[in-house]
């Protein structure tokens, strides 16, 4: 598979589209959410992100 500039780009644009999405349509959820994270343990945090980052290595996998 040939994976080039143009490609990167669309994926980082659709990035920007779902981390704007929620913010745009409910910005007091997601300040009451961002603020209820603040008093989580970094260690927490960490695995969720963790989780994320192979869910996403994951479904990449899965759709090659």
Do not use: C
Request: hydrophobic letters at 55%; zero cysteines; proline letters at 5%.
């Amino acid at each position: 598979m040939n994976f080039g500039w143009q490609d990167f780009l669309n994926a980082l644009a659709l990035l920007f589209i779902l981390e704007g999405l929620l913010p745009f349509m409910a910005p007091g959820r997601v300040k009451n959410l961002y603020l209820q994270l603040a008093s989580h343990p970094e260690k927490n945090l960490r695995r969720v992100g963790l989780a994320s980052m192979l869910a996403g290595i994951l479904l990449l996998l899965l759709t090659d």
